[in-house]
């Protein structure tokens, strides 16, 4: 890797400003790179009019055994006001648990990376799920989310500490980000990971589904550091551990807002409608196309309702049209992990399974001793769907009446 | 006309497969089959050439069409026959109402009632056939007479009744057949013309979406323009010259309701759970009810290609090897429909899946443009011709070939379908020293049998080729596979029931028997089973369960 | 105004099954279809074009030479241009190697104002390749939006957020990737469109040709390797209940007791 200034340049300064480290500086209307300062971040490239700046990503050999440490971006939910910081999103604690479990294995630390308005104590909450670190940056231009400062603001903190695992959420914005900055860094990045592993030789093994959930491939990426992966929402198991020290480490890193290319004119958000969605739920009941009709899925509601559960379906439920496509578990809907799935006539497509099969316990309910479902359940249970969500609803009814 | 490129007839093959996912699912089939009802707006939509303009296929470039060529069309006829034969049907009623205008007509005819055609998306209709005149055209009674102006032919009066013609009720030309002074001949007859008068929609046992009608003709003035070719007396040879092609089209009918309920039958057995097991792992189900199917359709599409191939390098005619195709196609998609019935149990006898409708339509293709009685006679008129015209070595040059080719091609069953192709030529020559075929049922025995050995000798030849047709849906080894299998039940057939034709019409002991060498076909048996084990479990990959 | 589409032809994974004793995909019968995300990414290039008459729309995509079947068909769509990548060099590409292919090519065609892009394949499922050919050609980039207009020589795009949409204004060029609008009917080309394809420009590039280093591309310059493909594994014990339902429901309660879901 390497960063030079070609001849076209125009001496327009807009790098100068530009550059979050102050490496820039200019010299006979030529600008001039301190290379000791220089993150490689990318961030001059981008401002530059005439593209007069170019960095080189030779996958020379590097030097990896500098590279140690497993990062995680937090991730924060999305608010109706775009200059208003949401929660941290559970995937980012999905992450941190399975990034400790890593960073146990490689006997490394595991940061947690916050990019923020300012921060609201949440080294706290990091630590409660495993970061040994968090890299705090803080700067008004985070609000909002931002392809171009995130990529320069996260890269140059790459360069400066060079981790040797980088974990992101597959959502829209770690599916946005994580690309941009491989793409940048010339690194390896596996997309929507199912599963992490360290092998023998201390790479990163990053399972994935391909094909539809067909096949699972098993990713390396030997050469390159960090190794980069976005992970899929609601598959890796939440591990809280007892609170410790947490080392807070603030990056102060300038932001040139022209860095920011696209704008954000307006947000909608959709009212929340009462009811929590399925890839947060708790309990999920889920029906099929085994419940025949519309009218007999509908029971399902009233046994969400009891148990307090949202309600989930299968493709065929949907395509038959007896619920909405936003309750589709699955491949093509939403990936869920439930402490509890309780599957009524569900017969278990590969493309349902891959969204549900991680649930802690899964009953499911199917007439036919065959249904694929079964092979993913704890509890099988051979009957008529639809009598049986009946009967249950009577007996929890009666029982809760006793009580 | 020479094919599309092989990208082309693939998209749109895959644009029509798109329009009938959504505008022609099996519960609207259904329901209009029930109703015993032609879906016309969606036959008409299917002409505008922003949909897909699907009668476009069958008119030349130079009048507006598209310009298919036959394998484009037969793919194109097979697809619609899987989507339901009565829409293929209408639509193969204008390919065919086309085709006197194409074959026959002037320049300037072509380019009137072709541009016509395409431009303003004209259904057509095809009026040959009259309730005493179906496959046998010869006793023809529509009459057109001359209407004669200062001693000049300014038009014609036709008058007659046709019957059983497809989209009779709905088209907006005709070309109808009639008996003119000079012969019969073809003429363009307009729906709105005065005297003419469609009859009602015929209560059919099968393709019920595709529109039946008597014609009136009482009378109809037609100009003398409209009269095919100019000349009286040229309808027979016009029908006769596309005889090739159209029993082509109804061979692809055949392959595609064929096709369609096996594919049902092999995803319904991998579902069904009988004592302990899906029925696609038991043999008795399998080897009975979906592999000879298999194999018999595959070789019917390796035949159909074959002679689609000679047709669009140029080649004219081709009658017999229409027929050929036709009988074979069709025999088989009828008795892989019955079969699928069987293989779905009771549900196959409901109307909730397609299997029984598809029965009831496929049985007409084994009667339209040519009962395969018909077809039995023509392919043993046909061959016996060769037989006579080579003195016997017909097919002895095609078993020479095949046992040329099998020292290099050993697994694609030609040794043992050159001993078929043999056995036939043993027979025939029998027949022939022995004035056998003065009695029918022994012309049309043979009909049959040439129709296999033939098709043994194509697919075995299809099968060993480097790369297979974009058709094949399966790998080599199963390709293969059926191919030997089909060599195998041909030869033996061939030989069985050859021997027994000659043997139950003569008492006196030949040769035949040596010559057969039943013996040696009896040998080559061998292997069938596994061989089937290996093209049941590959129709279960390529057709899974849903 | 120049567009480019990047699109990508793909096994339809609705038909892909699985050998389960070699653990393999069977891809006989298979058919090969144009990338749905692609295909919308298609549509509403083809939207822009309309409502801006200069526009000129380039197809292009990197895959053997039986790929161009997809870009005819985008060419019957109604774009104008296409491009095939095509060369023993690209074979094994990671996302990284297939960003910066495709990126040489744009580079080499010519001038772009739009990159449009399908949100990800049905094949791989990544949705890397539309941010990483962003990042080669240092242009912004929207994800996953729904819908994208050209105004004023700026974008005006719907991209999706959790539970909503932003609606996002981005100076041109822009790369944007695209997911689909649920029960969304593609349009598919009529027989008409099809053949006038035909005579539409179609190039097919090798690595020479877009000017692209042998070491960035395939197997050799992509960072990420495939170590192992496996069918998914279930691995759970499954205890059968085969009873009547009132003593399942009794048995269903049971269960919920005892992993502690109600009291």
């Known amino acids: 890797m390497g960063i030079e200034v070609l001849n076209n340049c125009i001496g327009c300064s807009k790098c100068v400003g530009s550059c979050p480290f102050e490496a820039i500086s200019m010299s006979n209307k030529k600008a001039v790179i301190d290379l000791t300062k220089c993150t490689l971040c990318g961030a001059c490239v981008q401002v530059c009019p005439v593209k007069a700046i170019v960095i080189s990503r030779e996958m020379v050999k590097r030097d990896l055994s500098a590279y140690r440490d497993v990062w995680v971006f937090v991730e924060f939910a999305d608010d109706a006001d775009i200059k208003k910081q949401g929660e941290i999103k559970k995937v980012s604690f999905e992450l941190l648990s399975k990034g400790r479990f890593l960073a146990d294995k490689l006997n490394q630390k595991l940061c947690a990376v916050v990019l923020t308005d300012k921060n609201r104590d949440y080294e706290k909450i990091l630590s409660e799920y495993g970061a040994d670190r968090v890299y705090l940056l803080e700067n008004d231009e985070y609000l909002p989310y931002d392809t171009d400062i995130y990529s320069a603001s996260i890269m140059s903190l790459i360069n400066k500490y060079k981790p040797s695992i980088f974990l992101f959420g597959a959502t829209y914005k770690g599916r946005d980000l994580a690309p941009r900055m491989a793409a940048n860094l010339y690194v390896g990045l596996t997309a929507d990971c199912t599963d992490l592993n360290i092998n023998n030789d201390g790479l990163l093994v990053q399972s994935r589904p391909a094909f539809g959930g067909n096949i699972m491939a098993d990713i390396l990426s030997p050469n390159s550091r960090p190794q980069m992966a976005t992970v899929r929402p609601n598959v890796m198991k939440i591990v809280k551990v007892l609170p410790k020290a947490v080392e807070v480490i603030k990056e102060d890193i300038r932001i040139d807002k022209n860095i920011r290319r696209v704008k954000v004119v307006q947000r909608h958000k959709e009212e929340e409608k009462g009811y929590t969605k399925i890839e947060n739920a708790d309990i999920i009941v889920s029906g099929g196309r085994g419940l025949k009709s519309k009218e007999k899925f509908e029971i399902l509601n009233e046994l969400a309702k009891l148990l307090n559960a949202s309600v989930g379906a299968s493709r065929a439920a949907v395509d038959s049209g007896f619920i909405d496509k936003k309750h589709q578990v699955g491949q093509s809907g939403t990936t869920v992990r439930p402490r509890l799935y309780l599957a009524f006539g569900i017969s278990g497509a590969v493309q349902h399974l891959v969204g549900m099969k991680n649930s802690d316990v899964i009953v499911a309910i199917n007439k036919d001793p065959n249904a694929m479902i079964f092979s993913v359940s704890k509890y099988a249970i051979i009957g008529d769907a639809h009598d049986i969500a009946k009967k249950l609803i009577e007996k929890i009814k009666s029982a809760k009446a006793v009580a | 006309m020479p094919q599309l490129d092989s990208i082309t007839r693939n998209l749109m093959l895959d644009s029509l497969n798109e329009y009938a996912k959504r505008k022609l699912p099996y519960d609207f089939i259904r329901e209009k089959d029930r109703e015993n009802e032609c879906p016309v707006d969606i036959l008409r939509e299917m002409y505008d050439p922003e949909v897909l303009g699907i009668h476009l296929i069958s008119i030349p470039r130079e009048y507006g069409g598209i310009g298919g060529g036959t394998t484009d069309l037969y793919r194109i006829c097979e697809l619609l026959a899987k989507i339901d034969l009565g829409v293929a049907t209408s639509v193969f009623a204008t390919y065919l109402g086309i085709d006197p205008i194409n074959v026959g007509g002037t320049e300037e005819q072509k380019k009137k009632w072709l541009g016509r055609i395409a431009e303003k998306r004209l259904m057509v209709a095809y009026g040959a056939t009259e309730p005493d005149a179906g496959s046998d055209l010869v006793n023809l009674k529509t009459k057109a007479e001359h209407v004669v102006r200062d001693g000049k032919i300014i038009g014609y009066r036709i008058t007659g009744l046709k019957q059983w013609i497809s989209n009779g009720g709905i088209a907006d030309l005709y070309t109808i057949l009639a008996m003119a002074p000079g012969g019969p001949s073809w003429f363009v007859v307009e729906r709105d013309t005065e005297g003419f008068t469609p009859a009602h929609h015929e209560d059919k046992h099968g393709i019920r979406l595709s529109n039946t009608a008597g014609l009136s003709l009482d009378s109809v003035y037609v100009p003398a323009d409209n009269l095919i070719g100019s000349v009286e007396g040229q309808g027979l040879l016009q029908a006769q010259a596309v005889f090739g092609y159209t029993r082509l089209m109804v061979a692809a009918f055949g392959l595609g309701c064929g096709w369609s309920a096996l594919e049902t039958a092999v995803r319904y057995s991998q579902q069904r759970i009988q004592s302990g097991g899906p029925l696609s792992e038991k043999q008795g189900y399998t080897h009975k009810l979906m592999v000879p199917h298999a194999v018999n359709l595959e070789a019917a599409r390796a035949y159909i290609e074959y002679v689609a191939q000679r047709l669009d390098s140029g080649e004219h005619g081709l009658a017999t090897e229409g027929a050929i195709a036709k009988y074979w196609s069709t025999e088989s998609g009828n008795r892989a429909a019955e079969d699928s019935i069987q293989a779905l149990g009771g549900y196959g006898y409901t109307k909730d899946f397609p299997v029984e409708k598809i029965k009831r339509d496929v049985k007409i293709t084994c009667i339209y443009e040519g009962t395969n009685e018909i077809m039995e006679m023509t392919i043993y008129r046909g061959r016996w011709q060769e037989h006579l015209k080579t003195r016997g070595s017909y097919y002895l040059n095609m078993a020479d070939e095949l046992d040329e080719l099998s020292k290099k091609n050993t697994d694609c069953g030609m040794s043992v379908a050159a001993m078929g192709l043999r056995a036939l030529s043993a027979v025939m020559e029998e027949c022939r020293l022995n004035k056998l075929t003065r009695h029918q049922h022994v012309t049309f025995v043979l009909g049959r049998l040439i129709s296999m050995a033939e098709h043994s000798y194509i697919f075995s030849k299809a099968a060993s080729a480097e790369r297979y047709s974009e058709s094949v849906k399966f790998d080599k080894p199963t390709y293969k596979a059926m191919a030997r299998v089909f060599a195998k039940n041909a030869a033996l057939e061939v030989a069985i029931r050859g021997s027994s034709l000659v043997l139950g019409a003569v008492d006196k002991a030949t040769n035949l028997a040596e010559k057969i060498n039943l013996a040696a076909i009896e040998k080559e048996q061998y292997g069938i089973i596994s061989d089937m084990d290996l093209i049941s479990k590959s129709l279960c990959q390529v057709f899974k369960a849903r | ?263």
């Open chain 3, 1 to 263: 105004m120049n567009i480019f589409v990047c699109i990508k032809q793909v096994p339809d994974t609705t038909e892909v099954k699985i050998n389960p004793e070699t653990g393999t995909l069977i891809r006989a019968g298979v058919p090969s279809i144009l990338n749905p995300y692609d295909h919308f990414a298609v549509v509403n290039a083809l939207k822009i074009k309309k409502s801006n008459p200069d526009a000129v729309v380039n197809v292009i995509s990197m895959g053997p030479p039986q790929a161009k079947a997809v870009i005819q068909m985008a060419l019957a769509l109604g774009c104008d241009n296409g491009y095939l990548l095509s060369d023993a060099a690209f074979a094994g590409s990671d996302t990284w190697a297939t960003a910066y292919a495709l990126s040489s090519a744009i580079k080499k065609i010519g001038k772009y104002d739009i990159i449009i892009c399908g949100m990800q394949a049905i094949d791989g499922d990544t949705a890397q390749v539309g941010p990483q050919i962003a990042s080669q050609l240092n242009i912004p980039q929207v994800t996953f939006a729904d819908n994208v207009e050209i105004e004023n020589k700026k974008a005006l795009i719907k991209r999706h957020i959790d539970d909503g949409y932003d609606t996002i204004e981005s100076p041109l060029p822009v790369l944007v990737t695209m997911v689909m609008p649920k029960d969304y009917e593609l349009p598919f080309p009529s027989f008409v469109n099809i053949t006038k394809a035909l005579s539409k420009p179609f190039f097919t590039y090798t690595a020479d040709d877009i000017m692209a280093k042998k070491e960035y591309l395939g197997l050799k310059g992509s960072p990420t390797q495939v170590n192992r493909i496996y069918p998914p594994q279930r691995e759970v014990k499954t205890t059968v209940i085969n009873t009547t339902s009132v003593e399942a429901v009794d048995k269903i309660i049971e269960i919920l007791k005892q992993e502690n879901f109600i009291k």
